[in-house]
């Protein structure tokens, strides 16, 4: 079946601008993570759902940044007002139950000018 | 919050021989390890995971030991190949947590 998919590939934005990145997690997947992967670094927790529990938003670095996750299917995040250290890669990964494999998506490489 | 440290960031070797990554992890209710690889440009693959109530796992040439009592799990890749050259990582989770925790990542070059 599909795997988790991720729009757009790549964002070039300048600074001051919001940029918002979708994920399309596995079909009936109920936990969807999202992390930060900037150039040559490890991956960087940022948000967590799983269901209809409140989402674990420990990880986002400062309020500049949020994320949703509609019907329990398609999440969004959002970054207002970027600034040039938001670049990186942003990658979405779904996994049902929670504690099984993390299916990531491709990433969307978000350049900030 | 759960900690994880990989050990080493850069590993060099010669085809053919072994390679061994290790990690350890500060948080005693983490009970699921997996290891992912991450090719060049590409996203990041399970590639084998152990539960905390075994001591050791392994898929043809990978094998993945761990020791709850010491907080510390290794991935051993045997007969190493050109194509196993990337980056892999390891993580740690709380099963009922969902939230895993992430090492920084070890680059493996396999030289022919």
């Known amino acids: 079946g599909a795997g988790v998919s991720q729009s757009p590939s790549n964002k070039v934005t300048e600074k001051g601008k919001d940029v918002e990145l979708r994920c399309d997690p596995i079909?009936?997947?109920?936990?969807l993570y999202w992390y930060r992967q900037s150039l040559g670094q490890g991956l960087e927790f940022l948000i967590y759902?799983?269901?209809?529990?409140?989402?674990?938003k420990s990880g986002l670095p400062s309020d500049r940044f949020s994320a949703e996750r509609t019907g329990g299917s398609v999440s969004t995040l959002t970054i207002q007002r970027t600034q040039q250290e938001d670049s990186a890669v942003y990658l979405c990964?779904?996994?049902?139950?929670?504690?099984?494999?993390?299916?990531f998506g491709p990433g969307t490489r978000l350049t900030v000018l | 919050g759960e900690n994880v440290e990989q050990h080493p960031s850069t590993l060099s070797v010669q085809e053919g021989d072994s390679a061994v990554i290790k990690c350890t992890y500060s948080?005693?209710?983490?009970?699921?390890f997996p290891w992912y690889k991450q090719e060049l440009g590409k996203r990041p693959q399970l590639i084998i995971d152990i539960r905390s109530n075994v001591g050791e796992k392994k898929d043809q040439r990978i094998a993945v030991t761990l020791n709850k009592t010491a907080k510390h799990f290794s991935l051993h890749i045997t007969e190493t190949q050109p194509e196993d050259s990337a980056v892999y990582f390891c993580?740690?989770?709380?099963?009922?947590?969902?939230?895993?925790?992430f090492g920084d990542g070890t680059t493996l070059t396999v030289k022919p």
């Open positions: 079909s009936g997947h109920t936990a």
């Open positions: 759902f799983q269901g209809n529990s409140a989402p674990d």
């Open positions: 990964a779904s996994t049902d139950p929670p504690y099984n494999e993390q299916f």
């Open positions: 993580a740690a989770r709380e099963t009922n947590a969902g939230k895993s925790t």
């Open positions: 948080d005693s209710a983490s009970n699921y």
